[in-house]
């Protein structure tokens, strides 16, 4: 069974930082894309960065870049977006995501929250 | 990157049908036979139902379905059930998702 399990939320001020991670199990990590996808309180859903399976191919929302990085340990399972320079509009929650192709993301984690306030 | 457009809301009884559009342009939805539609109950995470236009993953009953015609993408659910009351997303190849459409089963 494929699982997703997100960490490393939490309360930052503006400009401040903070790295998420996710770990993953039940499937072949180092084979697969992987993304963060965020939901902003009350809002839709807005797909941040994507990763190739040997980290080699790495895509960012513009919005993101600059500021955040995807990342990837696969000796580990776990996938990590490190975020610089955060913003109160950075406020959502995270959720990591398989993706099998094409931007289709079938097994997603549970979420973390990040919120960005002074 | 403007996201896709969706109705904000449809609704419709127990045992009837309901069809949710999605509209992208030429560069997204119309260019790629790669629309996928996700469910996502309050406080859950999304859960794919549909992907590749029209393809369900296993275990999403058949009475979900999918299409495209143009720039625009549809997910019909047949025999609506209380439980499909939840919002619904599509999304494109490109990442672009769209602003989600809430389903109430009256």
């Known amino acids: 069974e494929v699982q997703l399990v997100e960490s490393g939320g939490d309360l930052v001020q503006p400009g401040g930082s903070l790295r998420l991670s996710c770990a993953a199990s039940?499937?072949?990590?180092?084979?697969?894309?992987m993304v963060w996808v965020r939901q902003a309180p009350g809002k839709g859903l807005e797909w941040v960065a994507s990763?190739?399976?040997?980290?080699?191919?790495?895509y960012h929302v513009d919005s993101v870049k600059g500021r955040f990085t995807i990342s990837r340990d696969n000796t580990k399972n776990s996938l990590f977006l490190q975020m610089i320079s955060l913003r109160v509009e950075d406020t959502a929650v995270y959720f990591c995501a398989t993706d099998r192709g094409y931007d289709t993301f079938d097994h997603w984690g549970q979420g973390t929250l990040v919120t960005v306030s002074s | 990157q403007s996201a896709l457009t969706q109705p904000r809301s449809v609704s419709g009884s127990p045992g009837q049908s309901v069809t949710i559009f999605c509209t992208g342009t030429s560069s997204d939805v119309g260019g790629y036979n790669y629309v996928s539609w996700y469910q996502q109950h309050p406080g859950k995470a999304p859960k794919l139902m549909i992907y590749d236009v029209t393809k369900r993953p296993s275990g999403v009953p058949d009475r979900f379905s999918g299409s495209k015609s143009g720039n625009t993408a549809s997910l019909t659910i047949f025999g609506l059930q209380a439980e499909d009351e939840a919002d619904y997303y599509c999304?494109?190849?490109?990442?672009?998702f769209g602003g989600g459409t809430k389903l109430t089963v009256l």
């Open positions: 039940g499937f072949t990590f180092s084979q697969s894309w």
């Open positions: 990763i190739e399976g040997d980290g080699s191919d790495k």
């Open positions: 999304c494109s190849f490109v990442g672009k």
